[in-house]
């Protein structure tokens, strides 16, 4: 294999593909990963004497993007990252800080065996494969049982498959009083916002279309407007609030409802809750439903010297039976084609998160490229103008916003 080398705004780094020896790596500070982290480390170092993993938690910052880019620019990476956002690797790559994992031997091969068709939304617009794709938290609705009940609602069949219904269920819930919101997703202006409101019912509605494909905005259409219609609603009749709840809008009971992923299960065990796919217009079956992915992924850094031992890492890691440990510890959803029937123990033994295993197969992630946040932004933007604060047409906002993309997406 030829060594890699990588110019970005931190200067020259080169690591060769094929050197060996000792690496540096980074995951995610969550206890949970923290615990899978460490495990992995000590089975890959006893192994392996010769090529020792140093692992670490992701350095305290405003947010993990802006670690890594700063590492990134400064020349000092760590070999891996376990934190590594689909939403900021046009923009480290475009650095010159990721390594392209499809020039490596095997590299494209082994990753689309291990993760299937899904694999492809993590690519570059050249196909190419500048991040690992590792695990997933697929977001469903979870509703509060016991404020179902107290509103009289059938808690064991919940009427939330429709817009329809949903607007029905959500306005007993609050005309009832049981709780201030039917729903709260945050009503802020950051660019990750949307993948909890509009993305994921978008997914569902379209049947897995991103909004943003082939450089073009696919949302200022017929399903765009029909779910930024039915969250406008939702604002409009005061079912969900236009202000930000500082703590845990569902754990407090201050909504009946929430948009989460299988970290939820172990967040809300204080909870009676069930869960259900997200809403479409007309009804879906749980079988057919799409929904946003909130994927982490894998990054190889420019800045490793050791990118032999890094490749070899990352394979070990995201190996048949560290990703059991990866289900295991943290009920994250492992990107893979067989999560089912190689995991089926696993999914028997803990019922609360068959669902999730069951979606994590039909995800959407945001789109790729050198811009993905400022179209994200520039989404958001419009969305918190018109459908939140109903300040502006929404099909116009949504119109206006799919222009603007179109210009952001062709930049290089």
């Known amino acids: 294999m030829v060594g890699l080398t990588a110019c970005g705004s931190g200067g020259s780094t080169s690591g060769n593909a094929s050197a060996k020896g000792p690496i540096t790596i980074w995951y995610s500070n969550n206890e949970q990963e923290v615990a899978w982290g460490k495990q992995m480390v000590a089975a890959w170092n006893a192994a392996n004497p010769d090529e020792q993993v140093k692992g670490q938690e992701i350095p305290a910052g405003k947010s993990s993007e802006e670690v890594i880019g700063a590492a990134i620019a400064a020349g000092n990476a760590p070999c891996l990252i ?80 429709t817009y329809a219904d949903f607007l029905a269920t959500s306005k007993t819930l609050v005309d009832k009083g049981v709780a201030p919101n039917a729903i709260l997703p945050a009503p802020t202006s950051e660019f990750f916002q949307s993948q909890f409101d509009f993305y994921p019912l978008y997914a569902a509605q379209t049947g897995g279309s991103q909004i943003v494909e082939d450089n073009k905005a696919t949302f200022a259409d017929q399903d765009g407007y029909d779910v930024a219609d039915f969250w406008a609603t939702m604002y409009k009749d005061k079912l969900a609030g236009q202000e930000k709840y500082t703590g845990d809008a569902f754990a407090d009971g201050q909504a009946a409802m929430a948009i989460v992923g299988p970290w939820a299960v172990s967040i809300y065990k204080d909870v009676n809750w069930g869960s259900v796919p997200v809403p479409t217009k007309d009804g879906t079956s749980a079988a057919d439903t799409w929904t946003f992915s909130d994927a982490k992924n894998i990054g190889l850094y420019s ?110």
């Not at 977001?139 to 498959?161: H, M, Q, R, T």
Request: proline share 6%.
């Open 82 to 161: 376990y934190n590594t956002a689909p939403s900021a690797v046009g923009q480290f790559e475009k650095q010159g800080g990721l390594v392209d994992l499809s020039k490596i031997d095997g590299g494209a091969a082994y990753i689309e065996a291990r993760s299937g068709d899904v694999s492809k939304q993590y690519q570059n617009a050249d196909g190419d494969y500048f991040q690992m794709p590792w695990k997933s938290n697929p977001v469903v609705i979870f509703y509060n049982k016991d404020l179902f009940k107290k509103a009289g609602l059938d808690p064991e069949n919940p009427k939330l498959s």
């Open 303 to 412: 800045a490793c010297k050791n990118q032999g031992t890094a490749w070899d890492v990352l394979k070990f890691s995201t190996s048949e039976e560290q990703d059991g440990k990866l289900l295991e510890l943290t009920g994250q959803m492992p990107l893979r084609t067989d999560l089912q029937t190689t995991y089926a123990d696993y999914f028997t033994a803990n019922p609360a998160y068959k669902a999730f295993g069951d979606q994590a197969s039909r995800t959407v992630e945001v789109p790729p490229g050198p811009n993905t946040v400022e179209m994200l932004q520039t989404f958001r933007d419009a969305w918190s103008k018109s459908v939140i604060f109903g300040k502006e047409d929404v099909h116009k906002a949504l119109d206006d916003a799919a222009a603007k993309i179109d210009t952001i997406a062709k930049q290089p």
